[in-house]
C-alpha cells in the first residue's frame, strides 16, 4: 500500500528513556513491559504503547519512526527521499523502508540503526521545515525519489505534486520547475531516469494506485491508455474510467480500498453499499460494449499479474520506445528500491 503521510495529529505519544531520565524517574520497567507486550520498542531509546501501535496503519508507523529518530539524534536530522515525503503528505510505494536523512560527512558507515543516509554537497542542501521536522524541500524530495527508485514508483509522488495539495494549502508544481530544480543535480544516468518520470508524469492521475498501475502499464510496453475517460451511452452519461484504449475497446479500472473505508468516497454509503453501487457501474459500461478490467493492490504486488490481465483483454502493445521502457518489462527492484 502507499504511504500516505497525512493523519500526523492521530500519531499516539512516544515515551523517551531520556525524559524518564530527566525527571528522575526509573527506565528499568520499559524492557520488561515489552516482553509483556505492553510497550513496543520503535528504536533505542524510544517507545511506544502497544494498544496505541496495534490501530495504526503501515505509513503512520513509518512517520512515528520519522519522529523516534528526530527525538533521538545528536543534531536536527534532515528528512529525505521517502522520509521527506511522509512529512510533506506526498505518497510513496513503500515496504520496510528504513528512515532517510541527508548527511554532508564524507566519512564511513552511512547507514546504520534503521536510518539510511544519503551524501550531499553542503552546497545542494535544500531544506525546510515540516511539522517542526528538518525536511528537504518539496520539489527536492519528489526529484530524489525519482533519481533513485523504479520508473513506476517515481510516478506516484509526481502526479500527486503536479495537482494543489488543498489539505497542506501547497499549490502544484510543474514540470518545468521541476526539470530546472533538477539541472545539476544528479549524475547523467539519474538525470535520465528523472527526465524520464518528469516528462511522463500526469496531474489527471486520480490515484497512487493509479500512478504506479499507469507506470507498470508503460513498463511492460502497451500502448498508453487515455485517463479519466467519458463513458456515454445513447442516453448519456455513464462514467469517468481511470484508463481506455480505444483500439481494444478496454477499460482499465484500478480499485483501491479507499472508496470502502474513507468518508469522503463513501458519502454516508455503507461499504456494502459501495461495492453493490460499483457492480451496477460496471455493468452499465459493459452495457456499451466495452470491456472492463479491474485489478486491486495485490495484483500489482505480483510480478506479471496486471500484464497478463491486460494481454488476455488484447490492449495493443507500443511499436516503439519512449520514456521508461528501458527498465524493462515490468519495474526491476534494486537494493533500497521501495516495494508495495
Given at each position: 500500500?502507499?504511504?500516505?503521510?497525512?493523519?500526523?495529529?492521530?500519531?499516539?505519544?512516544?515515551?523517551?528513556?531520556?525524559?524518564?531520565?530527566?525527571?528522575?524517574?526509573?527506565?528499568?520497567?520499559?524492557?520488561?513491559?515489552?516482553?509483556?507486550?505492553?510497550?513496543?520498542?520503535?528504536?533505542?531509546?524510544?517507545?511506544?504503547?502497544?494498544?496505541?501501535?496495534?490501530?495504526?496503519?503501515?505509513?503512520?508507523?513509518?512517520?512515528?519512526?520519522?519522529?523516534?529518530?528526530?527525538?533521538?539524534?545528536?543534531?536536527?536530522?534532515?528528512?529525505?527521499?521517502?522520509?521527506?515525503?511522509?512529512?510533506?503528505?506526498?505518497?510513496?510505494?513503500?515496504?520496510?523502508?528504513?528512515?532517510?536523512?541527508?548527511?554532508?560527512?564524507?566519512?564511513?558507515?552511512?547507514?546504520?540503526?534503521?536510518?539510511?543516509?544519503?551524501l550531499v554537497e553542503p552546497?545542494?542542501?535544500?531544506?525546510?521545515?515540516?511539522?517542526?521536522?528538518?525536511?528537504?524541500?518539496?520539489?527536492?524530495?519528489?526529484?530524489?525519489?525519482?533519481?533513485?527508485?523504479?520508473?513506476?514508483?517515481?510516478?506516484?509522488?509526481?502526479?500527486?505534486?503536479?495537482?494543489?495539495?488543498?489539505?497542506?494549502?501547497?499549490?502544484?508544481?510543474?514540470?518545468?520547475?521541476?526539470?530546472?530544480a533538477a539541472a545539476g543535480?544528479?549524475?547523467?544516468?539519474?538525470?535520465?531516469?528523472?527526465?524520464?518520470?518528469?516528462?511522463?508524469?500526469?496531474?489527471?492521475?486520480?490515484?497512487?494506485?493509479?500512478?504506479?498501475?499507469?507506470?507498470?502499464?508503460?513498463?511492460?510496453?502497451?500502448?498508453?491508455?487515455?485517463?479519466?475517460?467519458?463513458?456515454?451511452?445513447?442516453?448519456?452519461?455513464?462514467?469517468?474510467?481511470?484508463?481506455?484504449?480505444?483500439?481494444?475497446?478496454?477499460?482499465?479500472?484500478?480499485?483501491?480500498?479507499?472508496?470502502?473505508?474513507?468518508?469522503?468516497?463513501?458519502?454516508?454509503?455503507?461499504?456494502?453499499?459501495?461495492?453493490?453501487?460499483?457492480?451496477?457501474?460496471?455493468?452499465?459500461?459493459?452495457?456499451?460494449?466495452?470491456?472492463?478490467?479491474?485489478?486491486?493492490?495485490?495484483?500489482?504486488?505480483?510480478?506479471?499479474?496486471?500484464?497478463?490481465?491486460?494481454?488476455?483483454?488484447?490492449?495493443?502493445?507500443?511499436?516503439?520506445?519512449?520514456?521508461?521502457?528501458?527498465?524493462?518489462?515490468?519495474?526491476?527492484?534494486r537494493p533500497g528500491d521501495?516495494?508495495?
Amino acid at each position: 500500500m502507499p504511504c500516505d503521510g497525512s493523519g500526523v495529529s492521530e500519531l499516539p505519544r512516544l515515551i523517551l528513556t531520556r525524559h524518564l531520565a530527566e525527571t528522575g524517574a526509573s527506565t528499568r520497567p520499559l524492557p520488561a513491559a515489552v516482553r509483556s507486550g505492553f510497550l513496543v520498542r520503535v528504536r533505542q531509546g524510544v517507545y511506544v504503547e502497544a494498544s496505541a501501535w496495534a490501530g495504526l496503519a503501515a505509513w503512520q508507523r513509518y512517520r512515528l519512526r520519522i519522529e523516534a529518530v528526530a527525538e533521538t539524534s545528536q543534531l536536527p536530522p534532515v528528512f529525505s527521499h521517502h522520509s521527506g515525503a511522509a512529512l510533506w503528505g506526498v505518497p510513496t510505494i513503500q515496504r520496510g523502508q528504513p528512515v532517510h536523512a541527508l548527511t554532508t560527512f564524507r566519512g564511513g558507515g552511512r547507514s546504520r540503526g534503521g536510518v539510511r543516509k544519503h551524501l550531499v554537497e553542503p552546497a545542494m542542501l535544500d531544506a525546510d521545515t515540516v511539522d517542526g521536522l528538518r525536511v528537504t524541500s518539496r520539489v527536492v524530495t519528489v526529484l530524489d525519489l525519482a533519481a533513485t527508485v523504479p520508473f513506476a514508483e517515481a510516478l506516484v509522488p509526481l502526479d500527486h505534486v503536479l495537482k494543489a495539495d488543498n489539505v497542506r494549502a501547497l499549490p502544484a508544481l510543474t514540470k518545468e520547475e521541476l526539470l530546472a530544480a533538477a539541472a545539476g543535480r544528479y549524475s547523467a544516468a539519474a538525470m535520465r531516469r528523472v527526465r524520464a518520470a518528469v516528462e511522463f508524469a500526469d496531474a489527471r492521475s486520480g490515484s497512487p494506485g493509479e500512478s504506479y498501475s499507469r507506470g507498470l502499464i508503460h513498463a511492460a510496453g502497451f500502448e498508453a491508455p487515455t485517463l479519466q475517460h467519458e463513458v456515454r451511452s445513447t442516453t448519456g452519461f455513464v462514467a469517468f474510467t481511470d484508463f481506455y484504449w480505444k483500439e481494444s475497446r478496454t477499460v482499465g479500472e484500478f480499485d483501491g480500498v479507499e472508496k470502502y473505508l474513507k468518508p469522503e468516497f463513501l458519502k454516508g454509503r455503507t461499504p456494502g453499499q459501495v461495492v453493490v453501487d460499483e457492480k451496477l457501474r460496471e455493468d452499465r459500461i459493459r452495457a456499451t460494449g466495452l470491456n472492463v478490467v479491474r485489478w486491486v493492490w495485490s495484483d500489482l504486488r505480483k510480478g506479471g499479474e496486471l500484464e497478463g490481465k491486460l494481454r488476455t483483454a488484447g490492449v495493443p502493445r507500443r511499436r516503439w520506445s519512449s520514456p521508461g521502457r528501458g527498465i524493462g518489462p515490468r519495474t526491476q527492484n534494486r537494493p533500497g528500491d521501495t516495494q508495495i
